[in-house]
């Protein structure tokens, strides 16, 4: 996967990440609620972030297991 669109470091948004993984926003939230995928934390009630860390360490996972 294609991990160039992301920043080195800092926090993502669901739309930069689903850019790079590709599954639509329904399985993204089920994989967070199973575990599969990272949860993310809250900025506010309605603004949640991801950290590049975690997404990269995902694609590398993902990549891993193809």
Known sequence: MEC???????FVRLPQIL???P????TWW???KSG???A???LSPRIRV???E????LIAEIGGAE
């Open 30 to 32: 089920a994989g967070v």
């Open 19 to 21: 850019a790079v993984i």
């Open 4 to 10: 160039m669109n992301l920043p080195e470091v800092g």
């Open 40 to 42: 993310g934390r809250l």
């Open 54 to 57: 975690s997404i990269r360490a």
């Open 36 to 38: 599969r995928f990272p």
């Open 50 to 52: 991801w950290s590049v």
């Open 23 to 26: 599954v639509c926003r329904a």
